[in-house]
């Protein structure tokens, strides 16, 4: 629901009355992944979406009917072959929404989840519509009490940076609980400051990373070369990377383009449990540079990890073609894709990503967890993103 922050902000400031569908499971192919969200308020405009336009007109009619009664709803669209005109997902997959209305007295609620400087997560009450803003240390209620699993769950699932569907209790007195995880984004560790850095930082932000560039060059580390960049830093890249945090989800990219640097900081890197590292280089350097590393003590297990020439190889040339490259292959390892054209494969469009399967795939028999839910070497005129 961030995604519509800017819109929910002006009809905050009118005072506005509302409704959100949210998308609370997935099974099969869908567009959209569970929290997708989709607002109508009471002139009838529509901010957002929900599958790309299967079922968006029946969605915006549960709306209005919800903003009309006030009581919350929840409906499953699906695909039917039976009923050419039905409404549903042409893709075969369903789609569990669930829709709110949102009051004046729950806009503190609202705001506290989409304010971008902490990480919060937004915890509904599927039966009820009562909301909650949970965070690390506090938890703020549009006046409805909240017993601590749900809390804990909440928080549980913050920390992994992951959304769900959870319920909490037993029996009649059971109750679901849509918990929206916006953790803090995760970190693109940019490793030299060039204009394929440039480029490359956009695509970053392109995709919701946090981007810092580190350049060991102080004259080269100016913010005003590197716009797109959250951060700038000039320090030697793995004197920089021994020191700053990272994690499960971080991305680093090496393009600097010299062995002083690069292998200094891919010693330290192949150490580290990221999501994914990337040297640029043409072929030859790419051989140099593991030489490099195995006599540095890098075993072969962690050189398996490097992914060098950095990107897929698409054919462009182009700084900017040279970064989509790479966020492709970025996109391709987090969820697991065949980096192959969709059209020479017959596996699903959308795949169930690597970081999901842990809580996707449940015994059926546990019912608490209902769904859930990431250079060329001098002299050399090649493309430096693996085509050479």
Not at 118 to 146: K, M, N, Q
Not at 360 to 368: G, I, N
């Amino acid at each position: 629901m961030r995604d519509l922050a800017a819109h929910l902000a002006r009809w905050h400031a009118e005072g506005a009355t509302y409704a959100v569908a949210t998308v609370v499971a997935v099974r099969g192919s869908a567009p959209l992944p569970p929290g997708a969200a989709m607002a109508v308020d009471g002139a009838g405009a529509v901010r957002g979406s929900l599958s790309g336009g299967c079922v968006e007109g029946a969605v915006y009619e549960l709306c209005t009917r919800v903003l009309a009664a006030g009581e919350p709803a929840r409906q499953t669209f699906g695909y039917s072959d039976a009923d050419a005109f039905a409404v549903g997902l042409t893709c075969g997959g369903e789609l569990d929404v669930f829709v709110q209305r949102i009051t004046p007295p729950q806009y503190p609620v609202v705001e506290a989840a989409l304010d971008p400087s902490r990480p919060v997560a937004l915890v509904r009450d599927l039966t009820t519509a009562a909301l909650a803003a949970v965070t690390a240390e506090s938890v703020l209620t549009d006046g409805g009490g909240w017993p601590d699993p749900a809390v804990e769950q909440a928080r549980a699932l913050l920390h992994r940076g992951a959304s769900g569907l959870r319920t909490i209790g037993c029996g009649p007195a059971a109750r679901d609980i849509l918990v929206t995880a916006y953790a803090a984004p995760p970190r693109l560790i940019v490793f030299g400051a060039n204009v394929f850095a440039a480029a490359l930082c956009r695509v970053g932000k392109l995709l919701g990373y946090h981007v810092t560039v580190c350049e060991g060059r102080a004259a080269f580390a100016e913010r005003a070369r590197l716009p797109e960049a959250d951060e700038v830093v000039a320090d030697w890249p793995h004197r920089y990377l021994r020191a700053t945090p990272v994690d499960s989800r971080t991305v680093l990219c090496v393009l600097t383009h010299d062995p002083k640097f690069d292998i200094p900081v891919l010693v330290e890197a192949l150490r580290r449990p990221v999501a994914y590292i990337g040297a640029m280089g043409s072929r030859r350097a790419d051989i140099e540079r593991r030489a490099r590393l195995r006599e540095a003590g890098v075993t072969a297990e962690q050189l398996a990890r490097l992914r060098s020439p950095i990107g897929l190889q698409l054919g462009g040339r182009t700084p900017e073609e040279t970064a989509l490259a790479i966020g492709a292959e970025i996109v391709a390892l987090r969820h697991g894709g065949s980096a192959r054209a969709l059209s020479g494969t017959g596996r699903p469009i959308h795949a169930v990503a690597p970081e999901r399967r842990e809580t996707d795939a449940v015994p059926a028999a546990d019912q608490r967890v209902r769904s859930a839910g990431v250079s060329t070497s001098s002299g050399e005129p090649v493309p430096s993103h693996g085509t050479c």
